[in-house]
């Protein structure tokens, strides 16, 4: 799958349980410098050369280096032997907390308000060296600020003229262009590293440093000496492919701010005001917008469901709002952000549902830098609430600073005691909790160098949410693979084996990942149970299952080693008489119901038989037809041989000239050969080789006697007829016979 950050929708998403997608994840911004060492920092390996979006910048801002001999060299370099070339590893982690060593390290370790660069370059005096990405934890920020902002100057990606948006200043959010001599002068670029973005006070004093201003609005953002100088930073790969942000002075006093714009179902979408140009001021939607249509709203959980759009009355009424765009009863209101603790000393959880409620923002934890609460009331939260509290170092009071950590499936989570709520003033109380988001609301992904890590972030959030969180996942895996691999009737103990095991991520002992929604462990739970091994329950008529047409017809060929000669591609054509054409479902239900009882002994017992709904006698009759013409054959014809003889089923395409106009060579061939077995004839050798390979040696004695005959009548082909036709090709379910055979 290729992710596309610039067609991901980039606005915040509600979750299923009252939350958000990114609720407890950190912030991205509150990111220490030297996370990159930390225990568990994961890096990704971009190749020998420096990868495309860098190689338009200055040789001047090479990447950091990878200290040689460090803990962080170690572990991304891997020499077989010593003095030997470094082997790279495609992604790599550190096992462990590690010290920086070398000036890129320290230097980048040591950058306080600054994330951790994500492109490094690993030197090998041995041989040649490598670059990396390092994948930062996934993080959000928060979608509102509210009032302060500073202003934004957006080029490339196809904009003409300036394009200006309202931005947090404490976040890194855009890049640094000054300009000499006075803020309208000649811009410069001033990053130190590639792609770099910094917070607005960071710019300034980079600017003033080195004798510069941060450039006034309308002198580098859309300008072709500006588009220059962003891509010597790389903050743009070229101004039609790559968008960049470069932050700008203000040409007018006071600061800009965020707005809100809420239609009657209470949807928002972000406006900016009090911008610089009118031509900024202008563009009144987010990112991907549609125009007057509002394709820039999204949704968020009003309190109570109150806001002020429920009609114009309403809007006209709070003093700040007013309607905008008539018929569509669209209210313009202020937006005013609140952030401070969720709990104090004297307020702690009483409940761990509490706690999980209240909250919503992760942090980025470490131990090193906090010291567990023992006071008489943080103990008895924790008792209470299930949680355990840690208090940066030094400080003597719960509060913004503390944070919660709880365990969820036997992992740890750390969670700040901090709360952001976006309200709408003299409203009544209108408000709602600051909706996380794993892009930036107010840009595109294609401004941030290494844009696709947010989307990555944000889909793994959503599968974990599906998979994990959602409580009819397990059982509905469990039943799947229940059904699919063993019987169509599983027990509700083995259900609930298979269900533990995916979530818990362990099974007879074993531990697998080891965390929720391990489809390794389940499957293992799936095979290994004693319901899907044990010889009795095996031996009841009633269980195991039909199998399904097309994976009979790969098992066959799979099976029979069946190779296509050059040029020519297997077409299974056979599928629509099967009932079961490839990637055709008569539906999005797949091809049958999984509750499907066929008439008669089965329904009055309360058994389900899936697969019997697609078993007809036409069906059946059309397999068999198929599978015995390729094994007469011992292959298949080209499609035109087989609409001439008027066979049906498999078939060849052909890419290749040079056909055989008479029909008689095979495009597709199988190359099995019976293994032999020390003291069997080659006849006792083919019975039991094919009866291994197409029965699991599940066979019954009247079968094995039909597979002799048939060798001694047709040889191999003959065999592996008597095993197709037999029940237990066409089932699963009894156990293997006694070995020996």
């Known amino acids: 799958m290729e992710i596309l950050p610039n067609e991901h929708d980039v606005f915040p998403k509600r979750d299923l349980f009252g939350g958000h997608l990114g609720d407890a ?24 050369l420096s990868p495309l979006w860098y190689q338009s910048a200055a040789a001047a801002r090479a990447p950091p280096a990878v200290g040689e001999g460090g803990a962080l060299h170690a572990a991304l370099c891997t020499r077989p032997t010593l003095g030997a070339p470094c082997e790279f590893a495609l992604r ?6 590690a010290a920086c060593t070398g000036a890129g390290e320290c230097g980048a370790a040591g950058a306080a308000g600054r994330p951790p660069p994500r492109l490094w370059h690993l030197a090998d005096p041995a041989g040649v060296g490598a670059y990396y990405e390092y994948l930062p934890p996934p993080c959000v920020e928060l979608t509102f600020f509210g009032a302060g902002g500073r202003e934004a100057a957006r080029g490339g990606g196809g904009v003409s003229g300036e394009e200006l948006v309202c931005m947090d200043p404490a976040l890194p959010a855009a890049g640094v262009v000054c300009c000499a001599g006075s803020p309208s002068g000649t811009p410069y670029a001033q990053c130190l590293e590639a792609g770099e973005y910094v917070p607005w006070a960071e710019a300034e004093a980079r600017c003033a440093l080195a004798g510069r201003h941060v450039c006034e609005v309308g002198h580098s953002s859309a300008a072709s000496a500006s588009v220059q100088q962003a891509a010597a930073c790389a903050y743009a790969v070229s101004s039609a492919h790559r968008r960049f942000l470069v932050w700008q002075r203000r040409s007018i006093a006071g600061s800009c701010a965020q707005r809100l714009l809420i239609d009657p179902t209470g949807r928002v979408a972000v406006t900016h005001s009090g911008l610089s140009s009118a031509a900024g001021a202008l563009r009144r939607f987010q990112v991907g917008d549609g125009g007057a249509t509002g394709g820039g709203f999204f949704r968020v959980r009003w309190e109570g469901g109150l806001h002020p759009a429920r009609d114009t009355t309403s809007c006209s009424a709070v003093p ?38 209240a909250l919503r923002i992760g942090a980025h934890f470490d131990p090193l830098l906090y010291e567990e609460c023992l006071s008489a009331a943080c103990l008895a939260a924790a008792a209470a609430a299930d949680v355990r509290i840690h208090l940066p170092l030094g400080a003597g009071a719960v509060d913004e600073g503390a944070v919660f950590v709880m365990a969820f499936n036997g992992t740890d989570r750390a969670f700040a005691n901090r709360a952001s709520t976006v309200s709408v003033p003299n409203s009544g109380g209108a408000r709602f909790r600051n909706p996380p988001v794993f892009l930036s609301a107010t840009t595109s992904p294609d401004t941030h160098v290494g844009g696709e890590r947010p989307v990555e972030s944000e889909l793994e959030a959503l599968l974990e949410h599906l998979v994990v969180q959602h409580p009819n996942t397990t059982p509905m895996v469990a039943g799947h693979l229940a059904r699919s691999l063993v019987t169509s009737n599983p027990s509700p103990c083995y259900l609930r084996t298979i269900a533990r095991a995916f979530r818990e991520g362990a099974y007879g002992g074993r531990t697998y990942l080891s965390r929720p929604g391990d489809l390794g462990a389940a499957v293992a739970a799936t095979l290994l149970d004693r ?65 499907f009882q066929p008439a008669g002994r089965a329904t009055a017992a309360g058994l389900v038989f899936p697969v019997a709904q697609i078993h007809s ?20 014809l080209r499609q035109e041989c087989v609409e001439l003889l ?80 037999s029940p237990a090709f066409h089932t699963l379910g009894g156990a293997p016979q006694p070995s020996g055979r």
């Open 25 to 48: 994840h950190p912030l991205c911004h509150e990111e220490p410098a030297a996370h990159f060492l930390r225990a568990g920092a994961e890096f990704r390996y971009l190749g020998r």
């Open 92 to 97: 790599a982690a550190l096992p462990a907390a």
């Open 320 to 357: 700040g709002c007013a309607v905008v765009m008539g018929g569509a009863g669209w209210c313009d209101c202020p937006a005013v952000v609140q952030t401070g603790p969720v709990y104090t000393v004297g307020s702690l959880p009483a409940s761990r549902r509490a706690a999980e409620e």
């Open 531 to 595: 319901e899907a091994t044990h010889i009795d329950l095996q031996a009841d008529p009633d269980y195991g299952l039909l199998r399904e047409p097309i994976l009979k017809v790969v098992h066959l060929l799979r099976a029979l080693e069946a190779r296509t000669a050059p040029g020519e591609m297997l077409e299974i054509t056979i599928g629509r008489r099967l009932q079961q054409h490839p990637l055709s479902p008569p539906s999005v239900f797949s091809f049958f119901s999984p509750n």
């Open 617 to 636: 006698s036409s069906a059946l009759v059309s397999f068999a037809n198929a599978a015995f013409e390729l094994l007469h054959r011992q292959g298949v």
């Open 646 to 725: 008027g066979l049906g089923g498999l078939t060849a395409l052909t890419s290749n000239a040079a056909v055989d106009p008479s029909c008689a060579t095979r495009r597709v061939t199988l190359e099995y050969a019976p293994r032999a077995h020390a003291g069997l004839s080659a006849r006792q050798s083919a019975v039991r080789d094919l009866d291994t390979l197409l029965t699991g040696r599940r066979s019954d004695p009247y079968t094995l006697a039909q597979a002799d005959e048939a060798f001694a009548v047709a040889g191999v082909p003959g065999v592996q007829a008597a095993f197709v036709a």
